[in-house]
């Protein structure tokens, strides 16, 4: 089984891309190098990957467009961008894109060895929360595992979907749960026809729970939604 971590190297320079290649597995990562922007994207939707290293300037497909299209699929998906312009508009769109870091080239290989750790770390933590599965909201126990709601000796038998989105609203709570962060996590598609899908399961939870006053699911426009408890 291999256990180290999964990094997809999208570099078309293909003598700079083999030698970081080879120094990122020295250093005990499984590393996939795309020589493009087509070729990242093809490799990107056969792997499961940790963290996608992109280069900005590449033929057939530029790293922002792939950049864009991989938080399309999966949007929580860490990014670090790769680039030898030094130029303002191009580091703040990479970041507007939802980069988790940008590295200009030249640059020194323990530093983008710090950085890689640095945001899965960050990754993995963040990762963590999303695997509760029992929540106590205001009067309600809710277990996701179980697909139970209750409060006192009324029991909800929720669909699977109805779970899930309750689970994600619970590990936000009071905060802000975006739209496309349940989206693609539980449909796996970020579209009008899913987003209205949504919006049904929505209102279904509402009604379970109106038994307890002191919790509302609230809708921030075009944002997501949050789910407050009043303590």
């Known amino acids: 089984m291999n256990d180290k971590q999964r990094l997809l190297l999208v570099e078309d320079d293909p003598s700079f891309g083999a030698v970081l290649k080879d120094y990122l597995a020295i250093n005990d990562?499984?590393?996939?190098?795309?020589i493009d922007g087509e070729d990242g994207l093809a490799k990107y939707k056969s792997g499961e990957f940790d963290l996608c290293i992109l280069d900005v300037m590449m033929p057939k497909k530029d790293g922002f467009t792939l950049g864009k299209e991989i938080k399309d699929l999966k949007s929580e998906q860490p990014i670090i961008f790769l680039t030898a312009k030094n130029m303002r508009e191009d580091v703040l769109n990479g970041y507007k894109i939802g980069a988790d870091d940008?590295?200009?080239k030249p640059f020194d290989s323990e530093v983008l060895l710090y950085k890689i750790r640095a945001v899965l770390q960050r990754h993995s933590a963040d990762e963590e929360k999303f695997e509760q599965e029992e929540f106590k909201i205001g009067k309600f126990n809710f277990n996701a595992k179980l697909r139970q709601?209750?409060?006192g000796s009324i029991s909800h038998k929720l669909s699977p979907k109805e779970s899930e989105l309750l689970r994600l609203l619970a590990i936000y709570r009071n905060d802000?749960?975006?739209r496309d962060?349940?989206?693609?996590?539980?449909?796996?598609?970020?579209?009008?026809f899913t987003s209205r899908s949504m919006d049904v399961y929505i209102a279904k939870l509402r009604?379970?729970?109106k038994d307890d006053s002191n919790v509302e699911i609230v809708n921030i426009h075009g944002e997501g939604f949050r789910l407050l408890v009043s303590e």
Do not use: C, E, S
Not at 181 to 192: G, S
């Open 176 to 178: 802000l749960m975006p």
């Open 207 to 209: 009604k379970y729970l």
């Open 149 to 151: 709601l209750q409060i």
């Open 29 to 34: 990562f499984d590393v996939t190098h795309a």
């Open 181 to 192: 962060v349940a989206l693609t996590r539980i449909w796996h598609d970020d579209n009008y």
């Open 102 to 104: 940008y590295i200009l």
